[in-house]
């Protein structure tokens, strides 16, 4: 906000030396979008904020230079906003998360983007920054507002790194801070992150499913020492690993509690070690891993209980020494049948691995026969993953953003390639930055 501002100013005030040295500042920005990401990336709160000051830099720039440079800092915006909303809700994980996002138009940025998105006729509450979207002549690319809209063949797994938060700093670009596993049902996405380390801003699992009334669902889950309701944060101990519509978190059994958020017309079902949940299309089936039995709560603050008055927390705690979490396989009607049916289908088909769990490793196959083993990383909180029985080298997955199991990705980016392609609802766009 403030280098877009500054630019503008020293621009009408004919202060060239300034206006050169703040279009280095944001010609070095938008090369970080292009080649490393967003250091505050997908953020449910700022990343409205930072689109409208590219909008005013889109709009009054003299320099035709400076007026591309936000264009394409605009494009990429739109994509990175396109992969998190989804029906009026901003879908995780994401950097810099309040907690308060989890629900219909929570987000301030899915108010913003909703102007450009839709899908959901009414925003009770359309964001400030939306009059930028308004009185500005940008328009995102058309491919981007389908990728939004998910036009895209799914089932799909999306692979995302994002980098260190101060990625200026010397040093701070050689790799990536973050690895992101977003998963695209017919009816939902689910997406986690690992990292080396704890941080205390991130949000480390979402889940968003169809719900024809009010948008979406949500679920959400994190630990916490101390809680009412699931706050952000991605926490120490916590280690979290996905493999397509399967994910299993473990930590420490310290006594930290885990905190869980379902819709209220979504009761969780207790059916002997596991824990089933209903929503609109999408099946849950969680087991509990050392975990007491899940204890619904009432959120203590008034405000934020009327913000989620229509959700459940419910608070488990960890217990047993050695390990401890859940693991979760998601199932929708398309794939699994009716909710009966899954539940059936899991009793009888799934298996969840608990002989190493004491050493910290859990191994759950699906009933569709996919499989994921997580091991606790005792050397850092990177988890070490087995996916469908090939281990997984973080390493190796540099790219902004990638589906390499896919046959037509919709979505492709390099890591310090530049080159941004997405492919959705028939249209197709690219956009390209150079390595300088």
């Given at each position: 906000?403030?280098?877009?501002?500054?630019?503008?100013?020293?621009?009408?005030?004919?202060?060239?030396?300034?206006?050169?040295?703040?279009?280095?500042?944001?010609?070095?920005?938008?090369?970080?979008?292009?080649?490393?990401?967003?250091?505050?990336?997908?953020?449910?709160?700022?990343?409205?904020?930072?689109?409208?000051?590219?909008?005013?830099?889109?709009?009054?720039?003299?320099?035709?230079?400076?007026?591309?440079?936000?264009?394409?800092?605009?494009?990429?915006?739109?994509?990175?906003?396109?992969?998190?909303?989804?029906?009026?809700?901003?879908?995780?994980?994401?950097?810099?998360?309040?907690?308060?996002?989890?629900?219909i138009f929570g987000s301030p940025a899915a108010r913003t983007f909703w102007l450009?998105?839709?899908e959901i006729s009414s925003n009770p509450d359309p964001s400030t920054d939306s009059?930028?979207?308004?009185?500005?002549?940008?328009?995102?690319?058309?491919?981007?507002?389908?990728?939004?809209?998910?036009?895209?063949?799914?089932?799909?797994?999306?692979?995302?790194?994002?980098?260190?938060?101060q990625n200026w700093l010397p040093g701070n670009d050689r790799q990536p801070g973050?690895?992101?596993?977003?998963?695209?049902?017919?009816?939902?996405?689910?997406?986690?992150?690992?990292?080396?380390?704890?941080?205390?801003?991130?949000?480390?699992?979402?889940?968003?499913?169809?719900?024809?009334?009010?948008?979406?669902?949500?679920?959400?889950?994190?630990?916490?020492?101390?809680?009412?309701?699931?706050?952000?944060?991605?926490?120490?101990?916590?280690?979290?690993?996905?493999?397509?519509?399967?994910?299993?978190?473990?930590?420490?059994?310290?006594?930290?509690?885990?905190?869980?958020?379902?819709?209220?017309?979504?009761?969780?079902?207790?059916?002997?070690?596991?824990?089933?949940?209903?929503?609109?299309?999408?099946?849950?089936?969680?087991?509990?891993?050392?975990?007491?039995?899940?204890?619904?709560?009432?959120?203590?603050?008034?405000?934020?209980?009327?913000?989620?008055?229509?959700?459940?927390?419910?608070?488990?705690?960890?217990?047993?020494?050695?390990?401890?979490?859940?693991?979760?396989?998601?199932?929708?009607?398309?794939?699994?049948?009716?909710?009966?049916?899954?539940?059936?289908?899991?009793?009888?088909?799934?298996?969840?691995?608990?002989?190493?769990?004491?050493?910290?490793?859990?191994?759950?196959?699906?009933?569709?026969?996919?499989?994921?083993?997580?091991?606790?990383?005792?050397?850092?909180?990177?988890?070490?993953?087995?996916?469908?029985?090939?281990?997984?080298?973080?390493?190796?997955?540099?790219?902004?953003?990638?589906?390499?199991?896919?046959?037509?990705?919709?979505?492709?980016?390099?890591?310090?390639?530049?080159?941004?392609?997405?492919?959705?609802?028939?249209?197709?766009?690219?956009?390209?930055?150079?390595?300088?």
């Amino acid at each position: 906000m403030r280098e877009t501002s500054v630019y503008l100013m020293a621009e009408a005030t004919g202060n060239e030396a300034t206006r050169q040295l703040y279009k280095q500042k944001l010609q070095r920005y938008v090369w970080a979008l292009y080649h490393i990401g967003m250091g505050e990336w997908d953020s449910e709160t700022y990343h409205g904020h930072t689109f409208a000051p590219y909008l005013n830099l889109y709009d009054f720039a003299q320099d035709p230079q400076i007026k591309q440079l936000a264009q394409a800092a605009l494009d990429w915006l739109s994509v990175a906003a396109a992969v998190k909303y989804y029906r009026g809700g901003w879908a995780g994980p994401v950097k810099r998360d309040y907690g308060r996002a989890n629900v219909i138009f929570g987000s301030p940025a899915a108010r913003t983007f909703w102007l450009y998105f839709g899908e959901i006729s009414s925003n009770p509450d359309p964001s400030t920054d939306s009059l930028y979207l308004m009185t500005s002549s940008y328009r995102p690319p058309l491919a981007a507002l389908f990728l939004a809209r998910k036009q895209f063949p799914r089932p799909l797994e999306l692979h995302a790194s994002k980098p260190l938060y101060q990625n200026w700093l010397p040093g701070n670009d050689r790799q990536p801070g973050y690895w992101e596993t977003t998963f695209f049902g017919e009816t939902y996405q689910m997406g986690s992150i690992a990292a080396t380390f704890a941080d205390g801003d991130v949000a480390p699992f979402k889940l968003l499913a169809y719900n024809s009334r009010r948008g979406v669902d949500y679920l959400v889950a994190n630990s916490r020492k101390r809680a009412s309701w699931v706050q952000s944060g991605k926490n120490p101990g916590d280690q979290v690993g996905q493999f397509r519509n399967l994910l299993i978190w473990l930590r420490p059994a310290d006594g930290t509690p885990f905190f869980f958020q379902l819709p209220k017309q979504a009761p969780l079902e207790k059916d002997g070690n596991i824990w089933f949940a209903r929503l609109e299309r999408t099946w849950l089936a969680l087991y509990p891993l050392n975990l007491s039995e899940p204890e619904p709560l009432a959120i203590a603050d008034q405000k934020l209980a009327a913000h989620y008055r229509q959700e459940q927390t419910y608070r488990a705690v960890t217990q047993g020494g050695g390990y401890a979490g859940f693991a979760l396989e998601v199932g929708e009607a398309g794939i699994d049948g009716d909710y009966e049916r899954f539940k059936a289908s899991v009793r009888q088909k799934s298996h969840l691995d608990l002989s190493q769990l004491a050493q910290g490793s859990v191994r759950l196959q699906g009933n569709q026969g996919a499989s994921l083993q997580l091991r606790h990383n005792p050397k850092n909180l990177l988890p070490i993953l087995v996916r469908n029985g090939q281990p997984w080298d973080w390493s190796k997955q540099l790219a902004l953003y990638a589906s390499p199991a896919a046959t037509a990705p919709p979505l492709s980016l390099g890591w310090k390639q530049g080159a941004l392609t997405v492919k959705a609802g028939g249209r197709r766009f690219q956009s390209r930055y150079p390595n300088k």
